[in-house]
Each structure stands twice: as C-alpha cells, then as structure tokens.
C-alpha cells in the first residue's frame, strides 16, 4: 500500500475479483460437500458451509490486502486435515450436530493459533520447512482428495436407477476432468475450472434428459440452505462435552498447514504481479478469516493458487479478493434452487483435477539422483505415513523429516569457508624487505582458515579431524569467526583440546572476528580457559577484533621464532636507522636531515586526509600510523600500518598531488616530515644530488611495492 494510486478499486479489480470467484466457487461448494458427507451430513450444508469460508476468507485476506490479487477460499489441503480430524472425533462418538460445534470450534483454535503465529513472527520460521516435507505432504494430500471423491461416483443400493445408468456419476466426473485438461488449449483466454464445469453440466443433463427414469435426488447437491438455517450450540455444555484433548493438536497442525499454503500462494502471486507480499500482515489476516469463518459455520482454507492466478490474469491487483466475497455473498442470498440442478459428481470432477495437480512427480526423479535420494525417500514416507495413517501423523512426520534434512545439511556442510597460508594472505603491517622473504619462505607455518555456519559437537569434531595432522606441527593457526552464528560449549572444548594439543608441538591457535552472538559475550580465550585448568598465556594474546590484527600477531610470533622479533611499536627508531635511509650514504643524510620538520602528534590526528594536497614524505620516529580509505561517514577500509622506522606519503612527494587515503595516528607519533617545496628553496647540486638519491630509494621502494602487490592479485586469483 504505497500511496493512493495503488489503492484504487480499478475495473481490472472487478474482473479480476469476479474471474477468481468463478474458479473458487465449484472447489468451495465441492470440497463443503466432500468434508460434510465424510461427516455423515448432507451436501447441500456442506456447500453452504464451502460459499461461507470463501467469503469471510476473502473479504478479511481483501481488506488487508497485504498480498496483491491473491484470493483465499476452501482449499485441499486444509479441508483434507480437518476430514482427517472429524474422523477421529468420529471415531470417538462426536457425530451430528455436536461434529458441527466441533468443527467450528477447530476452525476456530486454528484460526486463532495462526493469529499467534503471524504476531510472533513464526511465519519466517515455517519458510525454513525443507521443501521435500511440504511435497510429501501436498503429494499425500493430493491422493487423499482423489480417493475421497470415488465413494460419490458410486450408485448406492437404495438408488431407484436401472443398472445401465449407474454409470453416470463417474463418467460426468471423467468429463468434467478431460474437460478442464484439455481447456486450456483450445480455449486458452477461458479458467480452466469454468470450462471443465460447463461441460460437465451440459454432459449429465443432457444425459439425464435420456434417461428412462428420474435421476435420485442424492446424485445433486440438493436446495442449499438459507443462512438463518445455520444454528451453531455454542453454549457451555456443548463446548465442555468436546474432547479438546483431540482439537487442540488437530489444530495446531491445521494452523501450520494452511500458513504454509498461504505463503506458497503469496508467493506464487508475488510472481504473477512482480510485488512483495507481507507475511506477518497476511498470516494475521488468515488467522482473522479463519476466525470469522468458523463462527458463522463454514470451512477453514487459505490462498487458492488456481484462482489467483486467474484473477492477477484478468488484472486484479488491490480488491480482487473484496470482490470474490462480494460475489460469494450474492451467491448465498440467491444460491438455494442453484443446489438442485448442480450434480455432486461435476464438483467431484473438479476436486479430482485439484488433487492430482497437487500430485509432485518430481520425487520420483529425487529418488534416481543420490544426492537427492534421500530427499525422495522422506517424501515418501509422509506419503505413506499420511495414506496408511491419517494427515495428522503425516504433518508429525514431515515435522520429523524436516529435522532430519536439517542433520543432513548439517552434515554435508562444509565447516571451512576458506584455507590459506601465510604465504598468500598477510597482515597490513609494513614490514622490511628481510622480513617479507622470511615470510615467502616460511610462511606455510601460518594457517588461516575461516569457518562459517553452526559450531556444535559434530561439527567441530569433524573440523579436529580435518587439522588432526596440522595440529602436530609448530604451526600458527588463525581462525576468522566472521561466519558463524553460534558456538555450543561442546564445540569450545573441542576447541580447547586443539589449542592444548597445538601448543604441546610449539604452535599457537589465535581466534577472530567472535561476535557475541557465537561465543556469549566473553572473549574466546576467557572461555576455553574455563576448560583448561590454570591454561593461561598472558604474554600471547589469542583473540582479536579483526583478521588482520591476528594475522599479524601469528607473523610476528613466526617471525620471532625464526630469531627476527619485530620491532616493538613503543621503541623510537632515528632517521638513520629508517628502513628508507638504510645503507644509504652519510653525505645524503646530512643534507636532508636539517629540511626535515619535526612534527608530534596525538593519537586519533590525522597528518593528511584523502583529497587534500600534498608533496611531503613522513619518517615515522616513534608511534603507529594507519593508512585508511573512507568508504562512508564512519567506515573505512585500513590499507596499511606503519610503525617505527617505516614511512609513508612518498607518492606525493614524487608527484605532488591530491592525498589517495587518510593518514591516522594511533599511537603518539613523533614524525619527521620533508616536503618537496623544502628542497626546492634550498636548490643546489648538493641537495639536488640528494633529493636525486632520495627518489631513486623511493622509487625502488613503490616498484617493490608493486611487485608485491601484483604477487598478492595473482594469489587471490587462485585462492
């Protein structure tokens, strides 16, 4: 509901509305009619019943209008879960009127519960059911729809009809099925449904214009009551002499069944219109029409995809749903004589075809892959469970099938997101050309490796077993939580016994990127010490905030067991010893040295910002600097960390021009700082001859960097 536009009743609304109703109609009256005979009553209260769901249903799921031209009426396979309901309570002697009550109450609760589902957001939960669950269950119900139309297609002793024309019911139904199949291709502008049930018609009057003897009142669906007709005992004595030890996980199932067929339908309509339907907004206005339905005496259902695709055909969008209700409550008003001329044996025809579209062949196909085998195999089984048991079982089924896929992606997911070295990932700190080669040559001594998903026992096990070799050398093993959702403490003591095991050999395991949502609010190294009596390290720290930081903690401890300990970022570094001025010679030094600014800073002041110009290069005397680029008002990408000894701003010094990135100090920095605009004041060949050194140096510097970093692109292309 995006502006007024939008919310306008169009004519393409009432085209929509009354094309989407025409469909829904005989699959309301059909599936009241089969729910009210499996219940032992007469058909012609069943299809009342079937018009009074369409009707609250829409006009409730059309007010809201929260998914654009979807229509909601009687459906399979809510009517299927509550036939499979009223047959237990059959079986428990609630018949008659007291299995009307009952009935109105189920519709009710579930209506109720779908309510409680919609406000506490459990719509995005039943999304994540595995969709070889809800095939089965579609598939079952598909089946149960087309087995239960066969017991009306059958002449019944006491019917006064010569045994030639027994044959009727069932081939009107056969009609009507072949008709809807085959309307599509040669009148594709008409609904199928319209079409199957127009010939179904003309095929049994017109036969039972040639037939020898009247046909028996019970092959038609009979005058179909009035709305006052409806008398629903309510009082409570009727309620308390319900077995709600029965109604209530009967209802629970039917508020999940139809809240998943609803948002299989949204989304079949969110296709159709190419908008976004409201799950929260639609599954209340669902549990709203079920509600309603049941307290006037009709039927549950939900969204109907047939008719709703029919009516975003014929260019509804916003009041579709309004309309059909309007139309299925002029059709209450006027339908009695309707009821007389309308053969049971036409809507089992309809209620056939809608069973065996929900039929998903694509099992059988699951069940020929091996990697899909045992999605196929499950679906199966809530077929079976469903047929050979009720609908009920088969939703409990299905619930324990979704579990199990669940293991089985568990299973089948791979812990590891990516592995690397530390040959082909380092930190950003800078380091010297001596460092660097260390680094390309031992650098296999540090792992990374970044993990995503769930981390519970199995998982975890599964990953000790995968670094059971690497555990047993002195290696450096950084681990980027970055990925994962959560960490049970099965999982931290498996952890532990990896980081005990890899310090036993002389190595380090160092931890990531832990959010509080993995590892609680404590820091990794907190929680395994509460595994690992008196395990505590002060002087190694093992968990950081950042990927970077940890990889350049596990450089400098391989570094220092190589017998080269970085320089420590507190130490102050003079001019000479800069990395830059080494070996260079004394007479260079001491021209530049006195056009050098000496230049304090405090921590979090920025030398330079992006942008800005600049022709000086920065000697970094004591302090660290952090080279970032901005990518928003409060982020920003660090590209590098220079600390003492290093420099930094030697490509404007080069050629003098806008800033590339910002300059931040974070720790107290002395610098010194030498501009180009300095030597330029003082010009004569022995500061020429200088400032000619200084570029050469800083020239061999960026084409080390360069090759560095074309290295760097080319393993990242392989990584």
Not at 506 to 514: C, R, S, V, Y
Request: proline letters at 5%.
């Amino acid at each position: 509901m995006k502006n007024g536009t939008e919310n306008r009743l169009t004519i393409g609304d009432w085209l929509g509305g009354l094309a989407g109703a025409a469909v829904a109609l005989p699959q309301s009256m059909g599936l009241g009619v089969g729910l009210f005979s499996a219940m032992g009553l007469g058909a012609a209260a069943g299809a009342l019943s079937g018009l009074i769901g369409a009707a609250a249903l829409s006009l409730v799921s059309g007010i809201g209008g929260y998914t654009r031209g979807m229509i909601s009426a009687p459906n399979g396979p809510v009517t299927m879960l509550l036939i499979a309901s009223m047959a237990t309570l059959s079986a428990e002697g609630i018949s008659g009127g007291s299995a009307v009550v009952a009935l109105a109450v189920l519709v009710v609760l579930a209506g109720l519960i779908q309510l409680v589902i919609a406000l506490s957001g459990g719509g995005q939960l039943i999304k994540f059911i595995p969709y070889p669950m809800v095939a089965g269950l579609v598939t079952a119900i598909g089946i149960l729809m087309m087995r239960s139309q066969l017991s009306p297609l059958l002449a019944r002793p006491g019917d006064a009809i010569p045994e030639i024309w027994s044959w009727l019911p069932a081939a009107t139904a056969i009609v009507t099925f072949a008709a809807i199949k085959l309307t599509p291709r040669l009148l594709p502008r008409m609904p199928a449904i319209i079409g199957g049930l127009i010939v179904g018609l003309v095929a049994f009057h017109s036969a039972a214009a040639l037939a020898p003897v009247p046909l028996p009142d019970a092959w038609m669906v009979g005058a179909i009551p009035e709305l006052e007709g409806i008398h629903l005992d309510l009082s409570w004595a009727a309620l308390t002499a319900l077995r709600w030890d029965l109604l209530f996980p009967a209802a629970i199932a039917l508020a999940v069944l139809a809240s998943i067929d609803c948002l299989v339908t949204a989304v079949v309509a969110d296709s159709a219109t190419g908008c976004r339907h409201k799950a929260r907004g639609e599954l209340a206005c669902q549990g709203v029409g079920q509600i309603l339905a049941g307290l006037l005496g009709g039927i549950g259902g939900g969204g109907t995809k047939g008719s709703t695709l029919v009516a975003i055909g014929a260019g509804g969008r916003r009041w579709p749903a309004v309309v059909a209700s309007l139309g299925f409550i002029l059709l209450l008003a006027v339908a009695g004589p309707i009821g007389r001329y309308l053969p049971i044996s036409v809507l089992a025809g309809v209620i056939i075809y809608v069973g065996f579209t929900m039929l998903e062949w694509r099992v059988l196909l699951w069940l020929r892959q091996p990697r899909t085998r045992i999605d196929g195999f499950l679906a199966l089984v809530v077929v079976a469970s469903t047929l050979y048991f009720d609908l009920i079982i088969g939703v409990g089924v299905g619930a324990l099938g979704a579990m199990v896929l669940f293991l089985r992606d568990q299973i089948r997911a791979h812990t590891i997101h990516t592995r690397s070295t530390g040959r082909e990932l380092r930190s950003l700190r800078l380091r010297s050309k001596e460092d660097h080669a260390l680094l390309d040559e031992h650098g296999d001594r540090i792992v990374y490796i970044e993990l995503r998903g769930h981390l519970f026992f199995g998982t975890v096990d599964r990953l000790f077993t995968e670094l059971a070799t690497l555990l047993e050398r002195p290696v450096w093993i950084v681990i980027n939580m970055r990925r994962v959702q959560s960490v049970d403490l099965t999982a931290l003591d498996l952890f532990r016994q990896m980081k005990l095991r890899l310090r036993a050999h002389g190595g380090h395991m160092l931890f990531a990127n832990i959010h509080r949502g993995a590892a609680q609010a404590h820091k990794m190294d907190k929680l395994l010490r509460a595994f690992a009596f008196g395990y505590s390290q002060p002087d190694i720290k093992t968990s950081f905030k950042s990927t970077d930081k940890a990889l350049e903690a596990a450089e400098d401890l391989l570094l220092s067991a190589l017998g080269r300990p970085p320089t420590p970022m507190d130490t102050r570094i003079e001019i000479a010893d800069n990395a830059l001025f080494r070996g260079i010679e004394a007479s260079v030094l001491e021209t530049l040295r006195p056009l050098m600014l000496e230049l304090q800073l405090p921590r979090k002041a920025r030398p330079f910002e992006v942008g800005a110009p600049g022709d000086a290069v920065y000697f970094v005397i004591q302090g660290v600097i952090d080279l970032r680029l901005p990518s928003g008002d409060y982020h920003y990408k660090r590209l590098s960390s220079i600390g003492p000894g290093g420099y930094f701003g030697e490509t404007a010094f080069i050629e003098p021009g806008p800033r590339s990135a910002d300059a931040v100090v974070i720790r107290d920095a002395e610098l010194l700082v030498l501009s180009r605009a300095a030597i330029g004041d003082l010009a004569d060949r022995t500061t020429d001859a200088a400032a000619l050194a200084l570029v050469l140096r800083l020239a061999r510097s960026l084409v080390q960097h360069l090759r560095r970093a074309r290295t760097d692109i080319r393993r990242l292309e392989h990584w």
